[in-house]
């Protein structure tokens, strides 16, 4: 057994995982390293996700019934909880979306709507990077085609890095919003939030970050990023599909407009006209995902329990390990920083001329689960000049046997096409 500093204690935590001890193809025991794509959830989500249906279910807010006050506490209670994991200053500047896509669209869209100052148009600039995620792009391609704005971004290092050494020309004046990941989901990369925030400061521009692949698997302090709006998603974080957060500065929620019209979020209606009701629920029209934030709620007092700090140092040391045992690979080229510094623990790669998704499918025949494509961030795929990538991508219950079976398959992979 590989024995790793700061790791914790995988075997009790795997108890609380029953899809871990599945075996696939013919009694290969499953080897997930999928989970930059989702999550397994534990017994306590599951347990808790039952619970509500079996006990609890009604729609929130609006009735006065038992069934409706304890559904409603429940919802409330997971805003609390999101409210605490990310140190907000206010429970109403966390609004919940289903997914963190729909989280950067919110965005994307009250800037579009909005009054002056924060009125995206012909006049202003939107920047990204180079190595977000599609759901990081597409929105402000759409919102630049509507609104004339000019999309600009950053590019990348040959080490899979931001490259700022433009930052001044890139960020100007006219840059009304900067919005980019805090850790790629393709390369890994941890970005360097405080210089991109500083410069945004200094042109009075908005910043948003999409972390995604951050919000799992270290500590994330809203008010230490210094960002006006943050992203995330429950399913990568043990918590169920369906549930996303877009966390906003509250006076920016005051003053911008809603995305979506329905129920919840007004406060009157005439056939004339409507008024809003306050934040959070003027950005949560309909029915909630109610079940799904209570079983966000559950993800998060799980993770909590083992603690945030203790979760990075285990994926740290993991990230260290397998980048040392794949570069051990003959043809294989990791895609990104080949340090763990500074790094999440998604590790993209190729291995020689075999394609990535004869790769996955090799390694899925030997019970290894990995993800092969461009992961939804094909501009990175163009500036590498690769057509894909396999990536392999770790979490709290993963372990360095674990990663000893991948590069094993990997070897197969390598016999196999010769």
Same mark, same amino acid.
């Given at each position: 057994?590989?024995l790793l500093?700061?790791?914790l204690?995988?075997?009790?935590?795997?108890?609380?995982f029953?899809i871990?001890?599945?075996?696939?193809?013919?009694?290969?025991?499953?080897?997930y390293?999928?989970?930059a794509?989702?999550?397994?959830?534990?017994?306590?989500?599951?347990?808790?996700?039952?619970?509500?249906y079996?006990?609890?279910?009604?729609?929130v807010?609006?009735?006065?019934?038992?069934?409706?006050e304890?559904a409603?506490?429940?919802?409330?209670?997971?805003?609390?909880?999101?409210a605490?994991?990310?140190?907000?200053?206010?429970?109403?500047?966390?609004?919940?979306?289903k997914n *963190?896509? %729909?989280s950067?669209? !919110? +965005?994307?869209?009250?800037?579009?709507? $909005?009054?002056?100052?924060?009125?995206? /148009?012909?006049?202003?600039?939107?920047?990204i990077?180079?190595?977000?995620h599609?759901?990081?792009i597409v929105?402000?391609?759409?919102?630049?085609?509507?609104?004339?704005?000019?999309?600009?971004w950053?590019?990348?290092?040959?080490?899979?890095?931001?490259?700022?050494?433009n930052i001044e020309?890139?960020?100007?004046?006219?840059?009304k919003?900067?919005?980019?990941?805090?850790v790629?989901?393709i390369?890994g990369?941890?970005?360097?939030?405080?210089?991109?925030?500083?410069? *945004?400061q %200094?042109?009075g521009? !908005? +910043?948003?970050?999409?972390a995604?692949? $951050?919000?799992?698997?270290?500590?994330? /302090?809203?008010q230490?990023?210094?960002?006006?709006?943050?992203?995330f998603?429950?399913?990568?974080?043990?918590?169920p599909t369906g549930?996303?957060v877009?966390?906003?500065?509250?006076?920016?929620?005051?003053?911008?407009?809603?995305?979506l019209?329905?129920?919840?979020?007004?406060?009157t209606v005439s056939m004339?006209?409507?008024t809003y009701?306050?934040?959070?629920h003027?950005f949560?029209?309909?029915?909630?995902?109610?079940?799904?934030?209570?079983?966000?709620?559950?993800?998060?007092?799980?993770?909590?329990?083992?603690?945030?700090?203790?979760i990075?140092?285990?994926?740290?040391?993991?990230?260290e390990?397998?980048?040392?045992?794949?570069?051990?690979?003959?043809d294989?080229?990791i895609?990104g920083?080949?340090t763990?510094?500074?790094?999440?623990a998604?590790?993209?790669f190729?291995?020689?001329?075999?394609?990535?998704h004869?790769?996955?499918?090799?390694l899925?025949?030997?019970g290894?689960?990995?993800r092969?494509?461009?992961h939804?961030a094909?501009p990175?795929?163009?500036?590498?000049?690769?057509?894909?990538?396999t990536?392999?991508?770790?979490?709290?219950?993963s372990?360095p046997?674990?990663?000893?079976?991948?590069?094993?398959?990997?070897?197969?992979?390598?016999?196999?096409?010769?």
């Open positions: 057994m590989t500093p700061g790791l204690d995988t075997e009790a935590i795997r108890k609380d029953p871990l001890d599945r075996q696939v193809h013919e009694g290969r025991k499953l080897v390293l999928d989970n794509a989702t999550s397994q959830k534990p017994r306590q989500v599951l347990d808790a996700l039952s619970e509500y079996e006990r609890y279910n009604a729609n807010h609006r009735g006065v019934h038992v069934l409706a304890e409603t506490a429940l919802y409330e209670g997971a805003r609390d909880k999101v605490e994991f990310i140190n907000a200053p206010s429970r109403d500047e966390v609004i919940f979306t *963190a896509s %729909e950067l669209n !919110l +965005v994307a869209n009250m800037l579009g709507w $909005a009054d002056e100052p924060y009125r995206v /148009d012909s006049e202003t600039e939107i920047v990077t180079e190595m977000e599609h759901s990081n929105p402000w391609q759409l919102l630049a085609q509507r609104t004339g704005a000019k999309l600009k950053f590019g990348l290092t040959d080490d899979g890095r931001l490259d700022l050494s020309e890139v960020i100007t004046e006219k840059t919003i900067v919005s980019f990941v805090l790629s989901n390369l990369t941890q970005n360097p939030v405080e210089a991109i925030v500083r410069r *945004a %200094e042109v521009a !908005l +910043v948003c970050v999409d995604s692949q $951050a919000a799992p698997h270290m500590p994330l /302090d809203v230490a990023l210094q960002a006006d709006f943050v992203a998603t429950g399913h990568k974080m043990c918590g549930i996303g877009l966390w906003g500065r509250q006076e920016l929620l005051e003053d911008l407009p809603p995305f019209g329905g129920g919840e979020m007004i406060e004339h006209s409507s009701a306050p934040a959070p003027k949560e029209a309909g029915t909630p995902p109610i079940a799904q934030a209570v079983g966000l709620g559950a993800a998060i007092d799980y993770l909590d329990s083992i603690g945030m700090d203790k990075l140092a285990h994926e740290h040391a993991l990230t390990y397998a980048v040392k045992r794949l570069l051990e690979v003959p294989l080229r895609i920083p080949t763990a510094e500074d790094r999440g998604a590790i993209s190729t291995l020689g001329d075999i394609h990535p004869d790769v996955g499918q090799v899925d025949e030997q290894i689960a990995v092969v494509g461009h939804c094909r990175v795929c163009l500036r590498y000049g690769i057509p894909a990538t990536r392999a991508s770790f979490y709290l219950y372990t046997a674990e990663i000893d079976a991948l590069v094993d398959g990997l070897e197969h992979v390598r016999n196999f096409f010769g």
